[in-house]
C-alpha cells in the first residue's frame, strides 16, 4: 500500500462513494449517448421513461428524489437521460442522474472559467461543511457558506442558493464552491450604491446589528455604519446596552460617509440638541422637576431629568434631618423624585438637585425653639475624642464639648461621663444657623465655681488657699474644690522674689488677698503681698487700740495713728 494511500483525504473518499452512483462509469464506446425521454408513470420503486418510437425503460425511483425526498417529476415530464448500455433482455440501461452529472461537469467547468456563478439545492451537511446538488455533489466548505458564522447547517438543507465555483477537477468529479463569495460581492456592489446616494447630515433609520461596548452597529439596506459610544447620548454611558439592543430601529444623523472601507459614522445624539446648551430656560435655579433615578450611591443619587440632562441629588440635600444617611436609605433605581434645581454648573456641565428645599428650613425656627440659655433634653446620639452629639429633634443636632462637661474635673474622654443612647438635659449656649451648629453645655445646669466664688469671696477678700504649681511668673492657688488662682511672682512677698520657690512649696497653705476675679475667662488673680501687708496694718490698728487706755497711752496712741496714716 502506498503512502499517498495512508494520506488520503477522508473527505475526498466520501465524494468518491457518493459520486460514483452519479458519474458515468467504463462503458462500451457506443454507450455515453444522451438521450430526449418523457417521464410515462412513477411508480413505488422506479420511474417508467419512454424514448424512441415505442421503447420504455424503469430508471430507479431513487435517481429523482431531491434533498427532502421528494419526487421530482411526473408523467409527461420531459427527461434528458444517458445511455450506459444494454441490460441481459436487450433493453436500454439509461441513467437520469448520471446524465445530469454529465451537464454539470460541462456547467462548473465553464462556470469556473467564466467566473460566473451556478444554482444548485443544498442536499445534505457532511463533515466540515455540506453538499449542494448542481446535478452532480458539489462541495461547499462551512466558512464558505455565509459572510456571517452559522452554527448549525441543518436548516439550510434544500434552499436554492447561488455560488461560485472555487475548484473543479474533471478527472475526480470534485467541485468546490463558494456561496460566501458571491454573498460579499453582491454586499459590496450594494454598499457602493448605497454610499453614493447618502450624504452626511442626513437622517437614517436603520436597525441595531451588535452593540459593542465601543458603540453600537448598525445594519441598513445595502451597509452598515457605527455609532460610537460617545454619540450615542449627551449624557456619560454606562453601559451601550442601556440605549440601543440588538434587533431594535433606531433612528440616526450620519456624521461622516467612508467609501474607502464601506462604512458609515453615525449619531444618535446630534438627532436633538445638547439639552446644556437650553440649560437657562429648560431648568432655570429654584426650578421644581421631576426625574427618575438612574443610579444610587452613598453620596447621592444621580437622577435624569431628560435624556442627556441627569443631576446629582446629594444625600446632604435628601432632608433637612441632621443625621446624614447613605442616599440607598431613600431610594432605589427606577424610583420617581421630584426635586428641585439647586445649582447650575454651566463649565463642568453639573446640574445639583435638592429636596429638602420644597419644604420649610427647620433652621428657621430653632432660634425661637432652642434659645441661648434654655435647658433642654437630647439624647447622645454619638461619643467623639472631642465631645459629644446630642440630638434634639429629628432636624436639630447639638454639639457638646468636653471641655463643657464638667467645671470642677479634667474629663480625658466623653464615656467617662455619657454613653450612646443616653437621654440628658443641656444648656444651648450657641446656635449659628449659618454653619447649622448647636453648642450644648452640660456643667451649666450648676453654678460656675468662679461665680459661687465671687459671691463668697468678693473683690479685697483674703482667703486661705493651697499652693497646686510653681511656674517662673507665679504660683498657682487651689482657692476652691476645682477652681485655682494665680499670684503673679510680684505679688508673692514684700521684698522682691527672684524664684517662686524661695517663698512657697507646693502643698503649702498661703493667704491671699483678692484683687481681680474674671468671670469669662474662669481667671482669679491673688495676691500674697497684699494679704501680708493687710495683716501687718491689722496688728498695729489693734496695738494703737490698746494704748489708747490710759491718758499716756493715749496721747502716745494718737501719735503713732498719726503716722501710720501717713504710711498707708
Not at 113 to 138: F, H, N, Q, W
Not at 397 to 415: D, N, Y
Request: proline share 5%; net charge negative.
Amino acid at each position: 500500500m502506498s503512502e499517498a494511500h495512508h494520506d488520503a483525504d477522508p473527505l475526498e473518499d466520501e465524494f468518491a462513494a457518493l459520486l460514483e452512483q452519479h458519474l458515468p462509469g467504463t462503458t462500451p464506446r457506443e454507450a455515453g449517448e444522451l438521450i430526449d425521454a418523457t417521464v410515462v408513470q412513477v411508480l413505488e420503486d422506479v420511474v417508467l421513461v419512454g424514448y424512441g418510437a415505442k421503447a420504455e425503460a424503469p430508471i430507479p425511483l431513487r435517481e429523482f428524489l431531491d434533498a427532502r425526498g421528494q419526487v421530482t417529476v411526473a408523467p409527461g415530464d420531459g427527461v434528458r437521460l444517458v445511455l450506459l448500455g444494454t441490460n441481459g433482455d436487450g433493453s436500454a440501461k439509461l441513467s437520469y442522474t448520471k446524465a445530469r452529472a454529465a451537464e454539470a461537469g460541462k456547467m462548473l467547468q465553464e462556470a469556473a472559467a467564466r467566473k460566473v456563478p451556478v444554482r444548485g439545492t443544498i442536499s445534505r451537511v457532511i463533515k466540515g461543511g455540506v453538499l449542494v446538488d448542481v446535478g452532480m455533489p458539489a462541495f461547499m466548505p462551512a466558512s464558505q457558506v455565509d459572510v456571517m458564522r452559522i452554527a448549525d447547517f441543518e436548516p439550510l438543507v434544500g434552499q436554492d442558493i447561488e455560488a461560485y465555483v472555487l475548484e473543479y477537477d474533471e478527472q475526480k468529479g470534485r467541485a468546490v464552491l463558494s456561496r460566501r463569495q458571491l454573498l460579499a460581492e453582491r454586499r459590496d456592489k450594494r454598499q457602493r450604491e448605497f454610499l453614493d446616494t447618502v450624504q452626511p447630515g442626513a437622517t437614517m433609520t436603520g436597525v441595531v446589528k451588535d452593540v459593542l461596548n465601543f458603540g453600537v452597529f448598525v445594519s441598513f439596506d445595502g451597509a452598515e455604519g457605527l455609532i460610537p459610544r460617545s454619540e450615542l447620548s449627551y449624557e456619560r454611558v454606562s453601559d451601550p446596552l442601556e440605549i440601543a439592543k440588538p434587533g431594535d430601529t433606531i433612528e440616526v444623523k450620519v456624521l461622516d460617509v467612508s467609501a474607502e472601507n464601506g462604512r458609515l459614522t453615525l449619531s444618535r445624539k446630534r438627532l436633538n440638541r445638547d439639552p446644556w446648551d437650553m440649560i437657562d430656560e429648560l431648568y432655570p435655579v429654584g426650578t421644581v422637576v421631576r426625574g427618575k433615578v438612574r443610579e444610587v450611591k452613598d453620596f447621592g443619587a444621580f437622577v435624569q431629568l431628560q435624556e442627556g440632562m441627569t443631576g446629582l441629588l446629594h444625600a446632604g440635600d435628601i432632608s433637612w434631618d441632621t443625621e446624614r444617611k447613605s442616599a440607598s436609605e431613600h431610594f432605589q433605581i427606577g424610583d420617581d423624585v421630584t426635586c428641585q434645581v439647586a445649582a447650575i454648573d454651566k463649565e463642568r456641565k453639573r446640574l445639583s438637585l435638592s429636596l429638602k428645599h420644597l419644604s420649610r428650613d427647620p433652621w428657621l425656627d430653632l432660634a425661637a425653639k432652642y434659645p441661648v440659655g434654655a435647658r433642654v433634653k437630647g439624647t447622645v446620639s454619638s461619643l467623639r475624642d472631642f465631645g459629644a452629639f446630642v440630638r434634639l429633634d429629628e432636624s436639630a443636632e447639638g454639639m457638646l464639648h468636653i471641655s463643657e462637661l464638667s467645671w470642677t474635673e479634667r474629663v480625658a474622654h466623653p464615656k467617662d461621663m455619657l454613653t450612646e443612647g443616653q437621654e440628658i438635659e443641656v444648656v444651648v449656649l450657641k446656635l449659628d444657623p449659618d454653619k447649622r451648629r448647636i453648642a450644648l453645655g452640660l456643667k451649666q445646669l450648676e453654678p460656675s465655681p468662679i461665680d459661687k466664688f465671687r459671691k463668697e469671696h468678693p473683690v479685697g477678700s483674703v482667703v486661705t488657699g493651697t499652693v497646686t504649681r510653681l511656674a517662673p511668673f507665679g504660683v498657682f492657688v487651689e482657692v476652691a474644690p476645682g477652681l485655682e488662682g494665680m499670684i503673679h511672682i510680684s505679688e508673692l512677698d514684700q521684698e522682691r522674689v527672684e524664684s517662686p520657690e524661695k517663698v512657697v512649696r507646693v502643698g503649702e497653705e498661703v493667704t491671699v488677698k483678692v484683687l481681680k476675679i474674671e468671670t469669662g475667662k474662669d481667671r482669679i488673680a491673688l495676691s500674697r503681698k497684699a494679704a501680708i501687708r493687710q495683716a501687718e496694718r491689722a496688728n498695729i490698728e489693734q496695738y494703737i487700740n490698746k494704748g489708747s487706755e490710759n491718758v499716756t497711752g493715749g496721747l502716745f496712741g494718737n501719735a503713732l495713728r498719726a503716722a501710720f496714716e501717713k504710711t498707708k
